[in-house]
């Protein structure tokens, strides 16, 4: 179908790629920092209470549910619910008839995957502020997300995370 | 005086349609007023293509920002002042924020950033701060002046008062974009008592709340918002309008990387097409140097961008059919390959439009769509989020409505001098027969 719904066919693939990612947190952050490793993911993230957030990858996902591409599960979590994301037989068909070229992306979506949320909000929002000198990131972060409490030690482990996610989106480029 | 504290001698007002008059006594107002990038404004519509369904509606982005400057003024002087929780210090920085928070939005900048990959927030950020007469006059205020506003701007700034002023479910942006738009379409949505919600409005350490005796004049405010939304922004000949404006951006671009030989060079389209958008080329763009190219391109050999521009500059717009993905996507894939064998590329004449808007939602801990949520000030002193004491918002908050359709030139399908089969084929796909 050409180009049509090929941005629907992007998130697909990514969520393919982790073959599950709990939190809608979680698959807010992942894209976005896919997105800076330069993949060509098509939504504009603002920034959040939570760091880097795109009402256009909410809604992209609410569509593909109700496409019924993709599995939605709703946990209760203690005080808060909590959303569970994969891949549908409706939506690995969908992606056969529509394949997207993002050489392992499935590397890097996988590495995040094994990150926790509270982490990849603190990258995410690194990144967001990546045009600022470092000893400014960190006043931002210790600023805008006192309520996390980060340290200067995950600060430098989440650039260091940043670094390493480079190398394999370079990789991932040749 | 110092320059931040400057009065001009006799103060200068703009007659408004929507706030009658718009006042200016700060002599930093009035000077970033006058910046040319400020000035660019003028020539830059508020609601993009929305002129060609609703004739009325040819405002810019200039009025726009001056209403936002005096619905923020109008806080700061008349009910702000003098509350505790208020800092004097921050009125300026309030002021210069709303004048400004819209600077950086380019001709039909929802089709620009989408097929470029531009992004007015950044372009806001860069004039600023870049080198610009709007960043001289900032920085005469204090070194990093500029750096505050644009903070606030981006919503990065730790002033969530000041913020949540410019940017939040109920904030001056909004308060003036839905009396104008309401105004200048000419529907009758949009319209809300702004005075009264003013008039409850009290400032606490990190956000505005309203007092519970305003709690009507909120939910109407909410009402107008929701109805203008789908009557004006979202109106299917608006969309239809945008979705031609984008396929002629995305068609010259091609015929740019092919090296077609444009009669009419685009040269202010070069460093889009290329990738490499200088803030001087972007200061530079406005709707009249765009419908220029729009204007010669309907002359072009390429037959595709000619169409298209006729299209957009004569009203000969897409039809619509209603859409559902999730039921259709096997349709649309058909619907693709009949356009081609009857010569008509999907790629500028099948279109599927989404348009989604979300009235009002509330905080839910641990979900990342939160948005700082409208509080009113009980009569006991206790904050309560809106939706827990007005039924009417609660109906409608967290509840997103989305809308797709599908669009195509039905004047081409009618033409049945070539592939009549198969045209009528798409056309009983269409529903059209």
């Not at chain 1, 200067?152 to 989106?169: G, H, R, S």
């Not at chain 2, 790629?347 to 839910?364: E, G, Q």
């Amino acid at each position: 179908m050409k180009s049509l719904l090929k941005d629907h066919a992007k998130i697909i693939h990514a969520i393919a790629a982790s073959e599950e990612i709990i939190g809608r947190k979680k698959l807010q952050k992942m894209v976005y920092i896919a997105k800076k490793m330069t993949f060509p993911f098509q939504e504009r993230f603002q920034f959040h209470f939570y760091g880097p957030y795109s009402e256009e990858l909410t809604l992209r996902v609410e569509e593909l549910c109700n496409m019924g591409f993709l599995d939605e599960w709703k946990e209760k979590k203690g005080g808060y619910y909590q959303y569970r994301y994969t891949l549908t037989d409706n939506g690995k068909e969908f992606l056969s008839l529509n394949p997207v070229s993002m050489p392992n992306i499935q590397e890097i979506m996988s590495d995040m995957n094994n990150q926790n949320a509270r982490f990849l909000e603190l990258v995410s929002t690194i990144l967001y502020f990546d045009n600022l000198p470092k000893e400014e990131v960190i006043e931002k972060v210790f600023t805008l997300k006192s309520k996390q409490r980060y340290t200067e030690e995950e600060i430098d482990q989440a650039y260091q995370y940043i670094a390493n996610l480079k190398e394999k989106a370079v990789k991932t480029d040749c | 005086m110092t320059y931040p504290m400057e009065k001009l001698r006799e103060e200068k007002v703009f007659k408004d349609p929507v706030h009658r008059y718009v006042h200016v006594r700060d002599r930093v107002i009035w000077d970033l007023i006058g910046t040319k990038e400020f000035q660019r404004l003028r020539r830059i519509k508020q609601l993009g293509t929305t002129y060609l369904t609703f004739h009325g509606a040819e405002h810019s982005r200039f009025n726009h920002s001056l209403g936002v400057y005096e619905i923020v003024r109008r806080i700061a002087d008349d009910v702000f002042k003098g509350s505790p929780e208020w800092n004097e210090e921050d009125r300026l920085l309030s002021l210069c924020a709303a004048l400004l928070h819209d600077l950086g939005h380019g001709p039909f900048s929802h089709s620009f950033e989408k097929v470029f990959d531009l992004d007015h927030e950044y372009f806001t950020r860069a004039i600023i701060l870049g080198e610009t007469e709007v960043n001289k006059v900032l920085s005469k205020v204090s070194k990093d002046f500029p750096k505050k506003v644009a903070e606030v701007i981006a919503k990065t700034s730790k002033n969530k008062l000041v913020v949540s002023l410019i940017s939040s479910q109920i904030d001056a942006d909004r308060m003036d974009y839905l009396q104008r738009d309401a105004y200048f379409t000419g529907v009758s949505y949009g319209h809300f008592d702004m005075e009264r919600i003013l008039r409850v409005m009290q400032p606490t350490e990190d956000q505005v709340v309203f007092k519970q005796s305003g709690m009507h004049a909120v939910e109407d405010y909410i009402m107008s918002r929701y109805q203008m939304y789908w009557q004006v922004y979202f109106h299917p000949v608006t969309r239809s309008a945008e979705v031609i404006l984008t396929k002629i951006l995305h068609r010259a671009k091609q015929l740019h990387e092919t090296s077609y030989s444009f009669k009419s060079q685009p040269v202010h389209f070069y460093s889009m097409f290329n990738g490499e958008m200088k803030l001087q080329d972007y200061i530079k763009l406005d709707e009249a140097v765009i419908l220029y190219y729009f204007q010669m391109w309907q002359e072009e050999e390429d037959s595709i961008l000619r169409d298209l521009c006729c299209r957009f500059m004569n009203r000969n717009l897409y039809k619509y059919s209603e859409f559902d993905p999730a039921k259709e996507y096997k349709k649309l894939a058909e619907l693709s390959i009949l356009f081609e064998r009857a010569g008509i590329d999907p790629d500028y004449y099948l279109v599927v439009d989404s348009s989604s808007d979300l009235p009002y939602d509330f905080y839910r801990p641990g979900e990342e769509e939160e948005r700082l949520p409208i509080q009113l000030l009980m009569k006991k002193g206790d904050i309560r989020e809106l939706s827990r004491e007005s039924e009417i918002v609660d109906a409608i908050s967290g509840k997103r409505r989305t809308d797709h359709k599908l669009y195509y030139p039905a004047d081409f399908l009618y033409d049945d001098s070539s592939e009549p089969a198969i045209k009528k084929e798409i056309r009983r796909l269409l529903d059209l027969e």
